[in-house]
Nanobody, 123 residues
């Protein structure tokens, strides 16, 4: 099982970016999916998360600016980021809490991380 994240880049303050993260592999079901970020010298923090039913949770710092969405059929989670600020600069990681087939037919609960995508917001 792996998560492939994309969509990071360099943007000016006030701009927008859309991150995508697609899950693949022997996945049986996905529960929560989310986005975390880690700025230089800081701990990784939750940005937004979404349950399989679409209920969303946001960090206070991004409420009203970021929107998380899921396409369960495509096993993909998105993060639409509007009104970007220099303090949003970080490596963004996607995360999924899922059940996978271990290859022998046994379901196994896993927490999987994507590889990270860099978002840089210039002032």
């Amino acid at each position: 099982v792996q998560l492939q994240a994309s969509g990071g880049g360099l943007v000016q303050a006030g701009g927008s970016l859309r991150l995508s993260c697609a899950a693949s592999g022997r996945i049986i079901s996905i529960w929560d999916m989310g986005w975390y970020r880690q700025a230089p010298g800081k701990q990784r923090e939750l940005v937004a998360s979404s349950t399989s039913g679409g209920s969303a949770n946001y960090a206070d710092s991004v409420k009203g600016r970021f929107t998380i969405a899921r396409d369960n059929a495509k096993k993909t989670v998105y993060l639409q980021m509007n009104g970007l600020k220099p303090e949003d600069t970080a490596v963004y990681y996607c995360n999924a809490d899922l059940v996978a087939n271990d290859g022998a037919g046994t379901p196994v609960a896993e927490i999987v991380w994507g590889q990270g995508t860099l978002v840089t917001v210039s002032s």
